[in-house]
């Protein structure tokens, strides 16, 4: 039966049980409102460590807009039998006042790859991330922890503050999972009426197409302004972005000389949608 836990001191005195008998642990942060996305990441959770913390915890410090934060779905019942079916040892689920008691008053913010795509769209959303993540860490004492691609971004973030800051804990990046039709998995689809769902995986489609455009070598600028033509076409609106940047360091790819993401995000409808591939 996975345990659930609300107290950070609670949860200490099982880890420290734990790591008396030499287990390694591993963490899967997350938002809740969990789907095969996130359940991927605690099987690969399982596969690589002896114990397995799911935390559920919606930061407030990441929203940069208090509708998308009262609208966030939320079910924990539902969560806690999907990962019980994981075998997921313990779901850690803090209340804000747990996290961010009275007179909370640190921040932990990355420069520099914090800066472009989600940064520039969602102030300050980074250094709630690279908070909420450095207590976490703390509070679970895993020595890994598990991020979707999904997010892109946020896991190089990550990356860079837990070696910037030498934190124990090796951060292992695990695959997009997709819907048949492509639609990456997230939370928030379940908020896309039944016409938006319908359009929703055009992105993905459209994503793929002026990947291997590029890579047939047509000019990569040209391709993603008619990638964006095709998506405003099939019913999008607010493209936030729509770029290709490289894998090191995300720095704008003029070209496929190096490494490089497609990234986007868009709206469709009220609701924020963003994706990325290689490419
Ligand atoms: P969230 O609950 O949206 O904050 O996501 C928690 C973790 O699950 C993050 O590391 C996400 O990147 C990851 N995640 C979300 N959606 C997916 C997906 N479709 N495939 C893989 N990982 C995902």
Redesign the pocket.
Known sequence: MTEVIRSADELREKVAGWKRSGMLVGVV????ALHD??L??ARAAREQSDRVIVTVFVNPMQFNNASDLEKYPRDEAHDLALLDSEGVDVLFAPGVDEVYPDGFATTVSVSGITEPLEGAFRPGHFDGVATVCSKLFGMTQAGRAF??E??WQ?LQVVQRFVRDLNIPVRIIG?P??REEDGL????RNVRLSATERATAPVLHAVMQAAASDMRAGKPVQTALMDAQAELLEAGFRDIEYLELRTVEGLRPAPDLSQPARMLAALWLGDVRLIDNIAV
Not at 29 to 32: E, K, L, Q, R, Y
Not at 184 to 187: Q, R, V
């Open positions: 942060p997350t938002m809740g996305g996130h991927s990441l991020f979707g999904k997010d946020q695990c997009t999972i990456a998995m997230s939370s």
